[in-house]
């Protein structure tokens, strides 16, 4: 009998040892520039999807005004519990802003697990040829153990807030169903930091809507939202093949043909208060080099973070509903 008994405690101790070993959750914390001297650092985060010995998500973080995020892939050892991420973009230590060099940085950490804290300990280290201006950065990431609201705490902190703002080469919509007349040129509701090429007169814009209500809406999610604003990022969660994507909100494009890649597509939408739900699709505008069109959605409401997998073809549109939350 105690031989049973021992063997059965082995065996939980062993199942929770083992489910406590995984990387996949979101993790947060600051990363310090390893020179002498005061630096400004990066409030970083990793959202991590372990599959057996590989690993993929978003990496994003915050420096100084700007706020950046890329899909990514990398390397988990089991046996050592070791994380191995490459070529994630981070911006110059003495950037002044979003548009400033950045850094080709890899990402090596050990998970450590206690009762107390998940943790991951590691730093972004570049090539030998980059050392001297690319100075290592040490970080030490706590996993967020909300379950309920996976989005870390970053977020929500008085930096992540303030930092919640378009950059260069993001996009604000405006409310498009009070201006389906409008076209897409002068006072389209699209507009960008910089500048945005669109089509710029109406029979391009009535021909693009034509063949979207063409084309069969297939519904992913609905999505309970907190506010009347979201930022909703889209990534090419496969290889980088040339997948380009329109995006439509209530019907109506607000974003023309533009291509998936790692970094994020950032799109600032305001909703129509006036609707119950509103309806974001994504229209392919080609199917790549590996059919079909997918991407990977973040939708951000400023309380929670929502991931979809979407999948797109010449055929139908992948659809998300969203509806406000109640006060």
């Given at each position: 009998?105690?031989?049973?008994?021992?063997?059965?405690?082995?065996?939980?101790?062993?199942?929770?040892?083992?489910?406590?070993?995984?990387v996949?959750?979101?993790?947060?914390?600051?990363?310090?520039?390893?020179?002498?001297?005061?630096?400004?650092?990066?409030?970083?985060?990793?959202?991590?999807?372990?599959?057996?010995?590989?690993?993929?998500?978003?990496?994003?973080?915050?420096?100084k005004?700007?706020?950046?995020?890329?899909?990514?892939?990398?390397?988990?050892n089991?046996?050592?519990?070791?994380?191995?991420?490459?070529?994630?973009?981070?911006?110059?230590?003495?950037?002044?802003?979003?548009?400033?060099?950045?850094?080709?940085?890899?990402?090596?950490?050990?998970?450590?697990?206690?009762?107390?804290?998940?943790?991951?300990?590691?730093?972004?280290?570049?090539?030998?040829?980059?050392?001297?201006?690319?100075?290592?950065?040490?970080?030490?990431?706590?996993?967020?153990?909300?379950?309920?609201?996976?989005?870390?705490?970053?977020?929500?902190?008085?930096?992540?807030k303030?930092?919640?703002?378009?950059?260069?080469?993001?996009?604000?919509?405006?409310?498009?169903?009070?201006?389906?007349?409008?076209?897409?040129?002068?006072?389209?509701t699209?507009?960008?930091?910089?500048?945005?090429?669109?089509?710029?007169?109406?029979?391009?814009?009535?021909?693009?809507?034509?063949?979207?209500?063409?084309?069969k809406?297939?519904?992913?999610?609905?999505?309970?939202?907190?506010?009347?604003?979201?930022?909703?990022?889209?990534?090419?969660?496969?290889?980088?093949?040339?997948?380009?994507?329109?995006?439509?909100?209530?019907?109506?494009?607000?974003?023309?043909?533009?291509?998936?890649?790692?970094?994020?597509?950032?799109?600032?939408v305001?909703?129509?208060?006036?609707?119950?739900?509103?309806?974001?699709?994504?229209?392919?505008?080609?199917?790549?080099?590996?059919?079909?069109?997918?991407?990977?959605?973040?939708?951000?409401?400023?309380?929670?973070?929502?991931?979809?997998?979407?999948?797109?073809?010449?055929?139908?549109?992948?659809?998300v509903?969203?509806?406000?939350?109640?006060?």
């Amino acid at each position: 009998m105690p031989c049973k008994i021992f063997s059965l405690l082995f065996t939980v101790v062993f199942l929770v040892n083992c489910q406590a070993q995984t990387v996949t959750g979101s993790w947060y914390g600051k990363a310090e520039v390893m020179m002498q001297g005061s630096y400004n650092n990066y409030l970083t985060e990793l959202i991590i999807k372990q599959k057996g010995d590989e690993v993929e998500g978003i990496f994003g973080y915050y420096f100084k005004d700007s706020y950046q995020s890329f899909f990514f892939r990398g390397k988990y050892n089991v046996k050592t519990r070791e994380v191995l991420i490459n070529n994630l973009p981070v911006l110059f230590y003495l950037s002044s802003g979003p548009n400033g060099i950045e850094c080709p940085m890899h990402f090596e950490a050990l998970l450590m697990v206690s009762q107390a804290a998940s943790t991951l300990r590691g730093t972004f280290y570049t090539e030998e040829k980059y050392k001297y201006t690319c100075p290592e950065l040490r970080v030490n990431l706590m996993m967020d153990i909300n379950e309920k609201n996976q989005d870390s705490i970053l977020r929500n902190t008085t930096a992540g807030k303030k930092f919640w703002k378009p950059q260069q080469d993001d996009f604000i919509v405006s409310n498009p169903s009070r201006n389906e007349k409008k076209t897409m040129g002068g006072d389209s509701t699209l507009t960008n930091v910089s500048e945005v090429t669109v089509a710029k007169d109406s029979i391009s814009h009535m021909k693009l809507i034509e063949v979207f209500a063409k084309r069969k809406n297939t519904y992913s999610k609905e999505i309970l939202v907190h506010s009347d604003s979201v930022r909703i990022s889209f990534y090419d969660n496969g290889d980088i093949d040339g997948d380009s994507i329109s995006v439509f909100l209530n019907n109506q494009p607000v974003l023309v043909k533009q291509e998936l890649s790692s970094r994020a597509l950032n799109i600032y939408v305001s909703l129509d208060s006036t609707k119950s739900i509103n309806e974001i699709s994504m229209f392919a505008n080609n199917l790549g080099k590996y059919p079909p069109n997918t991407a990977l959605m973040l939708v951000s409401d400023g309380v929670n973070r929502h991931e979809l997998y979407l999948s797109s073809s010449l055929s139908q549109n992948a659809s998300v509903r969203l509806r406000r939350k109640k006060n």
